[in-house]
């Protein structure tokens, strides 16, 4: 089926080819760069028949985003939420981030860290006085080696406080973790084990560390700072039904939690080439490999995902999985190109869209490279 979706896209080259050497004349003596002209609507065309060959397939409902060298080449919503009142996606529709909302938890992390407020090594107990647990530090927390269970994905330590019906919070998940026997699942640093207990306590750090609601904070100094105008986080006096379902852990953020639109997502992804937010020396850290106490290496640094693309060139990512929403951010950094998608899970292989995406711009450059 693959196949069958790419040879349906360069089908379309030699009659695009043939159109652009036949306005090649007409165009002569405007002020145009034929083969930026010539990219750009081989990417297009390419794109719609991708999105148009996937979503004909009922594998997509949701909005994506793709962006070469700064600049939005390709944007389109397809299909409806599954949710009642069940909506059709537009550009516009902003969607439960669910775990790619980890890389803004880490960044308000990393702000107070280039202020010298606080230190990767710090022990999270100079915080959060209550916690019993020995030699856990904000590092730990950031790449996911503190050894806390996960309260979502792994949640039978947390069964008997998960009962009720009362949406939980933060404070209740540290309350869990302070007065429950609720143990580590090893020593902290000595392995890798992805875990959102740990990006829910980042917040409460922040809050402890700055007097501000973790809420205001990242407004402030990361959304209002970029200008990301359509970005917020959840709360239960919102009206979101439209794009999500109810949840009691809903109410625990830093994990998750945050909704956006794929515009002010590519400001974020284009505002971390810049230092509006922390130093590009800090974000280098936040980019490389993480390392166990013993010094294995592992693919994730602080709050991304990290591999590498078929030419070893860098890809940093998150992806999200909650109450169905499944988007990714996936940035082709050493390339500058992104694909955001703000989707409801379903039969859908987000990596095969990403490398199709990649792979259209880059048979964008060969393919124009006479004009």
Request: proline residues 2%.
């Amino acid at each position: 089926m693959k196949k069958t979706f790419l040879g349906a896209f360069f089908c379309t080259v030699v009659l695009l080819a043939a159109s652009y050497k036949a306005n090649q004349v007409a165009m002569a003596g405007h002020d145009l760069d034929l083969n930026s002209q010539c990219r750009r609507d081989y990417q297009v065309s390419m794109l719609n028949l991708l999105m148009d060959s996937i979503y004909g397939s009922g594998r997509y409902h949701g909005v994506v985003l793709v962006g070469d060298a700064g600049r939005v080449v390709f944007k389109k919503a397809m299909g409806y939420s599954k949710v009642a009142p069940y909506p059709a996606f537009t550009e516009y529709s902003a969607m439960q981030l669910a775990s790619v909302s980890k890389p803004f938890t880490a960044v308000a992390t990393l702000i107070l860290i280039d202020k010298g407020v606080i230190h990767y090594d710090d022990d999270i107990r100079t915080f959060l006085p209550s916690l019993k647990y020995k030699g856990i530090t904000i590092r730990h927390l950031l790449n996911h080696t503190s050894g806390l269970p996960d309260y979502l994905n792994r949640p039978k330590a947390f069964k008997k406080y998960l009962n009720g019906t009362r949406e939980l919070s933060n404070q209740d998940l540290l309350m869990m973790l302070a007065k429950g026997r609720i143990s580590l699942e090893f020593t902290p640093g000595a392995r890798h084990h992805y875990s959102n207990t740990g990006y829910a306590l980042l917040p409460l750090i922040i809050e402890n560390v700055t007097g501000q609601k973790f809420t205001d904070f990242v407004q402030e100094y990361i959304f209002h700072r970029i200008g990301m105008k359509n970005t917020f986080f959840y709360s239960s006096d919102k009206q979101l039904s439209r794009l999500r379902e109810k949840e009691i852990r809903d109410g625990v953020l830093g994990d998750k939690g945050v909704f956006s639109t794929v515009d002010d997502m590519f400001l974020w992804d284009q505002a971390l080439y810049t230092e509006q937010l922390v130093k590009q020396s800090t974000l280098a850290e936040a980019f490389q490999q993480g390392s166990t106490a013993n010094d294995q290496k592992f693919n994730y640094g602080y709050g991304w995902r990290l591999t590498n693309d078929h030419d070893g060139s860098r890809i940093i990512y998150h992806k999200g999985y909650w109450q169905g929403a499944t988007p990714m951010l996936i940035r082709y950094v050493d390339k500058q190109r992104t694909v955001i998608s703000l989707h409801h899970a379903n039969r859908f292989d987000s990596w095969f869209l990403a490398n199709s995406v990649s792979h259209i711009l880059n048979q964008s450059e060969f393919k124009c490279q006479d004009y």
